[in-house]
């Protein structure tokens, strides 16, 4: 007979299956419905609430086609939000839930009445050992948070006992364990009483080193890096301080350190190190642009381990139409201290704007990059120049003894969100073939501050006044004056274009003051919009003293962040540009942010 229909009758069977596949359809189709709470003033626990019903998900709505799978799904959130609600501290909560059949969609009522939070009661501390008292460690818990009166909050209580773990090793227990714990609700008194059995276990002291990986680094350079003696106490921290300062080094490209499973009969503890090298040299290049002198190219040759104990090697050119440099510098580390580097560096210079120069010179200092919380760099510099300004040309020898002071306090380094730059540079100058000294004075602060952190708007600022003293400003070297204006200085203007001039050309100044600000719009991950405004000047004397004006600059730019640093493009408008002097706008090309 079927195969007589189908055969004779395909019609039939086409009618049949087109019937069953529509009421299949029809019956996935699936329920409309809302979910309303009831009985919660507090907006974010009901946030969180929801939060936790399978209700609420997308998947479950397109799921439910029967009203007995609705049930199924109600009951199930029922016991998950008396879950969560017991998590938050809140165990003699009564839920229930209602089906209303509203016509088109089925509302679903969850009344709740919370009742009051319990607390913590009674917390009962049990110690293994003598080395440990209970005072000690109910002292550790209420600073975490847990002791007599806090909300019996499950979270609260784990992340106490989390702490207690943590507090314990920094004492030099590398394996305290807490067992057997015990839980005890008590509805009368609507409290929780909680019993914590802990075992430190024994105290441990620093032991060997036991380090791998370590090829073309020496293992000399790598232990000198250790940042204790050998039997101090065991601390985790001394461990997070030697892994930073491995990575620090630039030599490697993965770092692991661990405490060994057992402590020793000595009570000593093992460490064991594994490395894996990254390549210690590197090739680099960049290109930028500017208005005022055209395309930039940079060049960079670096070496992180010339001698292998990390000495680095480093050559760096820059050329454009207004200034050439190559610059060679050789950092050891270790200089004289566990925090010392000596920096050796010479540089060729020629500068063709403001004033012709042609310099080469040679410094020798000494870095110490956490003197008392801030970046210290001092030693001495010497230079040669031929500088041509437009009715002089002279030769000059400089000797001089700088001191940098900086300090970071930045969340991200090379993009910086929230946080503070300050720095102060000093550097007195003998001018060795005329007999006379000059001290040249540089401070400043950059502010980074979110606005609105949701939206990725970001506020940026930055302040610095330089002043040089004791000489007047014709017998200071040209290319020893202050000068403002360019892509990192008051955008929209000139490099080195502001201030006093002498024959239609920057005479440069004593004085310097620049205050930059920036609002800067994150989309995404790497996508960036900035609004900017700049002003600056320079001086005859001292700062804001003479006719000089601050001059103003507008624009805004774009930005791609990268691992290297944000790629920067800003157009610059000048406010009060000068006629004949200033062009109507300016564009910036390059790398990293202008501040």
Known sequence: MKIWLAHRHPFFIATVVFFIFQGYCYCQVSLDYMVEILGLEDKDLEKTVL???????????????????????????????????????YYGAQVRAELEDEGDVIKIVFNISLGKRYVIGKLLILVEGNEVTEDSLLRILEAEGLYPGAPAVAQRILDAQGGLSKRLESLGFPYPIIKETQYIVDHRTQEMEITLNIVPGRKAYMGAVRIKGGHKVQEEHIRRLIPWKEKEPYMPSLLDRFRD???????????????????NDDGTIDIDVELIERKHRSVGGGLGYRTHDGIIANFLWENRNLLGKGERLRFNAEYSNLVKVQELELVKPFFLGRQQSLMLGLENR??????????????????????????LQTGLTG???????????????????????????VDKLLDPSRGLRYFLH???????????????????????????????????ARVQVGNIWNLGLDTIPADERFYAGGDQSVR????????PRYNDRPKGGKGLVELNLELRKRFGQTLGLVAFLDSGAVYEKYPFQGDTALRYGTGLGFRYTTPLGPIRFDVAFPINRRPGIDRSFAIYFNIGHAF
């Open 51 to 89: 939060k936790h019903m399978r209700l609420m998900d997308e998947e479950t709505k397109d799921y439910v086609a029967h009203i007995s799978t609705l049930r199924t799904f109600v009951e199930q959130d029922l016991e998950a939000v008396k879950r969560q609600l017991r998590a938050l501290g």
């Open 426 to 460: 000093i550097k007195p100058s003998l001018l060795m073939d005329q007999g006379q000294g000059f001290l040249k004075t540089r401070t400043g602060a950059n502010f980074y501050f979110p606005l609105w952190e949701t939206k990725g708007l970001l506020g940026a």
């Open 350 to 375: 020629r500068e063709e704007e403001v004033y012709k120069s042609r310099s080469q010179g040679a410094r020798a200092l000494i870095a110490i990059p956490n003197f008392r919380g801030w970046n």
């Open 245 to 263: 300062d491995l990575y620090a080094t630039g030599l490697f490209s993965m770092v692991n350190i661990s405490k060994a499973q057992d402590i």
């Open 383 to 409: 230079k040669r120049s031929l500088v041509g300004e437009p009715d002089l040309t002279y030769r000059y020898y400089l000797l001089a003894m700088p001191l940098s002071l900086g300090k970071d306090m």
């Open 492 to 499: 929209g203007y000139g490099y080195q274009s502001l201030g």
